[in-house]
């Protein structure tokens, strides 16, 4: 990974905030190191980021830690910036649909307030 950004990643207010201060160091170890791969890589493999299916943009950071797989829903603001949403740890195959809406509101409300 070089040091050269292809992409910003921004905070929106404390979503995102709020869901990684409960993580346990080494998690948050592995999730600024997934956020340095998508800021520096120009082809970022699904294995990291993918396009939820049936949405208007929102995607999913994926991060696994061991047997522990965490999401992190985004979206991007003019192609370079990826804006964080919420996140989750994820316990089932299925991701939660309250947790998709939640990250569907918070980006209709960033893009209102732009």
Not at 4 to 18: A, M, Q, S
Not at 55 to 74: A, H, M, N, P, Q
Not at 79 to 104: D, P, S, W, Y
Request: charged share 35%.
């Amino acid at each position: 990974m070089s040091d050269n950004k292809v992409r910003t990643i921004i905070l929106y207010k404390n979503y995102f905030t709020d869901f990684f201060k409960e993580q346990r160091p080494k998690v948050k170890e592995k999730i600024v190191w997934t956020f340095k791969l998508i800021e520096t890589i120009q082809q970022i493999p699904s294995d990291y980021l993918e396009h939820i299916e049936g949405t208007d943009g929102l995607y999913e950071i994926r991060v696994k830690l061991g047997s522990d797989i965490f999401r992190i829903f985004c979206f991007f603001d003019e192609g370079k910036i990826v804006v964080l949403a919420n996140g989750f740890q994820k316990k089932t195959q299925k991701t939660r649909k309250t947790e998709i809406e939640k990250a569907l509101k918070i980006k209709k409300e960033y893009e209102s307030e732009k």
